[in-house]
């Protein structure tokens, strides 16, 4: 009986690592520490759902490799946009304010532009979709003086 079991197990270890067969596993995650560009802000779809948006801003590092003459430019920001739709979560994020260094794990999408869409559009540019799956708070928001 155990026997049986610990195949089943051990087959399903290995049918995780996998590169053939079943898609099941695939998944597509993004984890980012950063700073939360501004407070939460609460939005509502074309079909009356409500959602929660919020950025969060990391910074390029290490910094691009020196210039000729020897000079290194500064390390940039990334801003990631990301959508929480769970409900649960939405009412943890509206307490959460600009500034306050945070964990993000959200999984993402990867969107083709329309064919016919002006390129100079959203919609007519390749777009990662961040789907908000975990937030921590590692630090406040640094005291206003």
């Known amino acids: 009986m155990f026997s049986a079991a610990r195949q089943?197990?051990?087959s399903a270890q290995r049918r995780a690592f996998s590169t053939s067969g079943s898609r099941a596993y695939d998944l597509a995650k993004l984890t980012l520490v950063g700073r939360l560009g501004r407070d939460p802000e609460v939005r509502t779809t074309k079909s009356?759902?409500?959602?929660v948006a919020y950025?969060?801003?990391t910074a390029n590092y290490p910094p691009p490799p020196p210039?000729?003459?020897g000079t290194r430019q500064e390390a940039g920001t990334s801003w990631h946009h990301i959508v929480s739709f769970?409900?649960?979560?939405?009412?943890y994020l509206k307490t959460l304010s600009k500034g306050?260094?945070?964990?993000?794990?959200?999984?993402?999408?990867?969107?083709?532009?329309?064919?016919?869409?002006?390129?100079t559009t959203p919609t007519g540019q390749r777009q990662i979709f961040l789907r908000h799956e975990t937030i921590r708070v590692l630090r406040p928001p640094p005291a206003q003086n």
């Open 8 to 10: 089943a197990i051990f």
């Open 86 to 91: 769970n409900p649960a979560q939405n009412a």
């Open 48 to 51: 009356d759902r409500e959602y």
């Open 100 to 119: 306050a260094q945070v964990y993000v794990e959200a999984n993402f999408e990867l969107r083709e532009p329309e064919p016919n869409a002006d390129p």
């Open 67 to 69: 210039n000729p003459d």
């Open 55 to 57: 950025t969060v801003a």
